[in-house]
């Protein structure tokens, strides 16, 4: 659709542009040939540019996708004071190549009922979507693509992805993958709800669907100080979007040996694990932005807006980890209530009071001062 929107924009511009006389009663194109091949290149380098820009990026992402499966191993093992992988490479830095050739040379074996068509296109939806949100994230002052409601894209990227789940659980024609499944679509479907009030807080806030935006509204101070509950909230869901501890009740390899993917060898299976990386890493990204100030930083600079910005998204990555050394599972009853009862009714009732404040007052929390900040988030709590 983006596309489509760009090239009849740029048709117009085309045909606007051209010289036209009036002459013996009808319009004359002047010089159309020439016209029509400056168009032709003109646009052919510009789309090419933005996929050679597109595959880096894409590239890039998968390279930070098997590093901080490393990141993780050697965390973990940090924590549980265990040595962790050292010796594929100088200290095991070799160790996310070695993984990625063996997913590669394994035969990816198909169950003999299962769905074919839906078990291989299953890992590649999830995948795809994963690495279509990179399109429109502002990673610093330039981006791929300069869309006004970028916000509302990344929403709808993140809802598809369910979609890939549940097709891998039944196409499987395994019971244990298809409660994984339905495990993971009914848990991704409840934490979104309540997302999408903190994003729509957001937008209430900011009046805009626009990322940069919502970055650049932050330059006196932080969305996760002035609105450091519903910070909680979204890091929260975070975690359950992304089907991690403590929230990886459909991969329970307790309950269902491995939840969704259960029946996937080889790249297929090769492909959950990277989109499942690739969506902490979006996610955190999208945390930093929103919450953290994204790349603003005190020289106003693009190398370290760059910097800082990768240590955001960084130590929110540690904190994936961090949770995942130390908390225990919940239970599936406990992890419905608490999207239902508590984070859903919660994010509704604070967007209330704020439009509330707003109405009556006409000042909103991000012009208040420190300690009416501090105020507000303990009583929100």
């Known amino acids: ?61 998968l390279i930070a996708v098997a590093y901080s499966t490393l ?5 973990m093992a940090a924590m549980q004071r265990r040595m962790g992988p050292n010796v594929v490479g100088v ?28 078990f291989i296109v299953a890992p590649i939806i999830v995948l795809v979507l994963s690495l279509f949100g990179w399109v429109m994230l502002p990673l610093s002052t330039v981006s791929i693509v300069d869309f006004d409601l970028n916000l509302l894209y990344v929403i709808v990227v993140g809802v598809l992805e369910v979609y890939g789940i549940l097709f891998a659980g039944w196409a499987s024609n395994s019971k ?5 499944g339905l495990r993971a679509s009914a848990q991704m479907v409840s934490y979104e709800l309540a997302m999408g009030f903190v994003y729509l807080i957001l937008v209430f806030l900011v009046g805009s669907f626009n990322l940069t935006d919502i970055v650049l509204y932050q330059r006196d101070i932080w969305f996760a100080i002035t609105l450091f509950p519903m910070a909680v909230v979204f890091f929260i869901a975070m975690l359950a979007e992304t089907n991690r501890t ?26 959950f694990f990277l989109g499942e ?29 760059s910097l800082f910005f990768a240590i955001k998204v960084g130590a929110l990555m540690f904190c994936f980890i961090w949770i995942r050394a130390t908390l225990p599972r919940y ?21 209330f009071f704020l439009v509330v404040i707003f109405y009556f007052f006409g000042v909103l929390p991000q012009h208040w001062d420190i300690y009416g900040v501090l105020v507000w988030d303990v009583l929100a709590f």
């Open 71 to 75: 990141l993780e191993r050697k965390v």
């Open 91 to 118: 200290l095991g830095l070799l160790q996310p190549l070695a993984d990625g050739l063996k997913l590669l040379v394994k035969e990816p074996i198909i169950p003999r009922k299962a769905n074919r068509f839906l």
């Open 1 to 61: 659709m983006l596309l489509l929107d760009f090239f009849f924009t740029s048709f117009e511009t085309f045909f606007s542009s051209l010289p036209l006389t009036l002459e013996y009663g009808y319009y004359s194109v002047a010089c159309f040939g020439s016209a029509v091949f400056s168009f032709i290149v003109i646009n052919f380098f510009i789309i090419v540019a933005n996929l050679i820009w597109y595959v880096l990026l894409v590239v890039f992402v």
């Open 176 to 180: 244990y993958a298809l409660l994984g």
């Open 277 to 305: 990386y690739s969506n902490m890493l979006f996610l955190s990204s999208i945390f930093s932005l929103v919450f953290l100030g994204g790349w603003l930083n005190p020289l106003e600079s693009v190398v370290l807006g």
């Open 246 to 271: 403590p929230f990886d009740l459909p991969e329970a390899e307790a309950e269902l040996v491995a939840g969704y993917n259960v029946e996937y060898s080889g790249m297929l299976f090769a492909f």
């Open 331 to 351: 239970r599936y009853d406990q992890l419905m209530s608490l999207g239902w009862k508590i984070l859903l009714p919660f994010t509704f009732v604070y967007f």
